[in-house]
């Protein structure tokens, strides 16, 4: 998929991709056709600059964080199977949907605490929780009231008292946010 000649999408790459994200063949197609949109230059995968030129993205003030995402392991670039695959996060979950399935409550909750945690440790500190917050109210609360709420979230969720959130603890607050509301995308069939 890296190169110019392999901008069509074949059969069974549709059903490989079916397989592993849970999108229908339709939705898949139709995200093809979004991505290589974005694909200004036509290379078969996606930078940086190519998710910010997304208008709703580029305005969202965890955009950074969110694209991402998109690159494991410090990666440049995202082929059609990558992006497919962070996108199935977003894909709205039913009552059918098993806790391996990539959009699982579970796995909705690990994308949104990664994130949060910036160093990729596994605990988000303080410094992280300050940083999200910055990102999020930008200057309308002045660094002594989010130092405050940072130290309260702590509080109230570091049960361990290590001064960081783990993922269990971050799963038990959360425990009753409707998180498949507010981490779906309804993708046209």
């Known amino acids: 998929m890296g190169s110019k000649a392999s901008l069509h999408l074949r059969e069974e790459e549709i059903e490989a991709i079916q397989q592993e994200t849970g999108f229908q063949s339709n939705q898949i ?3 093809f056709s979004r991505f290589t949109s974005l694909d200004k230059e036509q ?3 996606l930078t940086r600059d190519d998710f910010m030129r997304i208008p709703e993205l580029a305005i969202n003030p965890l955009a950074d964080r969110i694209v991402d ?23 709205p979950s039913s009552a059918k949907t098993s806790e391996d399935s990539p959009n ?29 917050l910055k990102l999020l109210v930008g200057a309308n609360i002045n660094q002594d ?3 405050h709420i940072a130290e309260r979230t702590l509080l109230e969720s570091d049960t361990n008292n290590d001064r960081h ?11 009753r946010t409707e998180i498949d509301t507010k981490m779906s995308v309804r993708f046209l069939d």
Do not use: C, P, W
């Open 165 to 175: 959130i783990s993922f269990e603890e971050f799963k038990t607050v959360m425990v």
């Open 43 to 45: 290379n078969g995968f």
């Open 145 to 147: 009231q989010l130092s």
């Open 104 to 132: 699982s409550r579970t796995n909705k909750l690990k994308f949104v605490f990664s994130l949060y945690d910036y160093d990729s440790d596994g605990m988000i500190s303080k410094k992280e929780l300050l940083q999200i």
């Open 29 to 31: 197609i139709r995200l």
């Open 69 to 91: 995402a998109f690159f494991n392991g410090g990666e440049e670039h995202v082929n059609f199977r990558q992006f497919m695959r962070t996108l199935a996060n977003f894909r």
